[in-house]
């Protein structure tokens, strides 16, 4: 049913148009960390976001907001529900393709969270072009899911992000929400005619 409910989220007309704009943010943000443009970095570090979740929460919340101030979606749980999954999808693919363009260090030992290189043996092998027995093709997509990604870390840094873009969201809303009620009270005011 949780399943289900993100799907719905993901499906809200502009999620991953946000979720995109919010990955490219955060990897725009490590590059600028990395190699401290204009004093980013040090203003980074100063404020203790230099850790990748917690930059990545930032971009998550920043995307939220965005999400919230950009779309018109009726009901605070479909608008805080979409920008959280916004916030995920920024969250996740940022640090996926910071890792795979070395700007954010996968440790040593460890696997990626998505290892870009391994996604087309692993979608061919579900597909069945790689191995021509049911047996072996099954064999080798259980030896190729875990190369290509880290479930675990995956979740993780879905959760989390998805929590900063849903925080936004849900400030975003309230911002919005309080301009609608605002506009609302304001065109049922009576007009008088002057004569």
């Given at each position: 049913?949780?399943?289900?409910?993100?799907?719905?989220?993901?499906?809200?007309?502009?999620?991953?148009?946000?979720?995109?704009?919010?990955?490219?943010m955060?990897?725009?943000?490590?590059?600028?960390n990395?190699?401290?443009?204009?004093?980013?970095?040090?203003?980074?570090?100063?404020?203790?976001?230099?850790?990748?979740?917690?930059s990545g929460?930032?971009?998550?919340?920043l995307?939220?907001?965005?999400?919230?101030?950009?779309?018109?979606?009726?009901?605070?749980?479909v608008?805080?529900?979409?920008?959280?999954?916004?916030g995920?999808?920024?969250?996740?693919?940022?640090?996926?393709?910071?890792?795979?363009?070395?700007?954010?260090?996968?440790?040593?030992?460890?696997?990626?969270?998505?290892?870009?290189?391994?996604?087309?043996a692993?979608?061919a092998?579900?597909?069945?072009?790689v191995?021509?027995?049911?047996?072996?093709?099954?064999?080798?997509?259980?030896?190729?899911?875990p190369?290509?990604?880290?479930?675990?870390?995956?979740?993780?840094?879905?959760?989390?992000?998805?929590?900063?873009?849903?925080?936004?969201?849900?400030?975003?809303?309230?911002?919005?929400?309080?301009?609608?009620?605002?506009?609302?009270?304001?065109?049922?005011?009576?007009h008088?005619?002057?004569?």
């Amino acid at each position: 049913m949780l399943r289900a409910q993100w799907l719905g989220y993901l499906m809200q007309p502009g999620v991953i148009m946000a979720g995109l704009i919010g990955t490219f943010m955060q990897v725009a943000l490590g590059v600028a960390n990395n190699f401290n443009i204009a004093g980013l970095g040090d203003l980074i570090t100063h404020y203790g976001l230099s850790a990748h979740l917690a930059s990545g929460g930032l971009v998550a919340a920043l995307t939220g907001l965005f999400y919230s101030l950009t779309e018109r979606v009726s009901g605070h749980t479909v608008a805080t529900g979409s920008g959280a999954a916004a916030g995920g999808v920024s969250g996740t693919l940022g640090l996926a393709l910071s890792q795979t363009l070395g700007i954010t260090p996968v440790a040593a030992g460890a696997t990626p969270i998505i290892n870009f290189a391994m996604l087309p043996a692993l979608v061919a092998s579900l597909m069945g072009y790689v191995e021509p027995t049911a047996a072996s093709a099954a064999a080798h997509t259980a030896a190729a899911a875990p190369a290509a990604f880290d479930t675990t870390a995956l979740a993780q840094v879905f959760t989390m992000t998805a929590a900063g873009g849903g925080a936004g969201a849900f400030v975003g809303r309230l911002f919005t929400g309080h301009q609608t009620r605002r506009a609302t009270r304001k065109s049922q005011r009576p007009h008088h005619a002057h004569s």
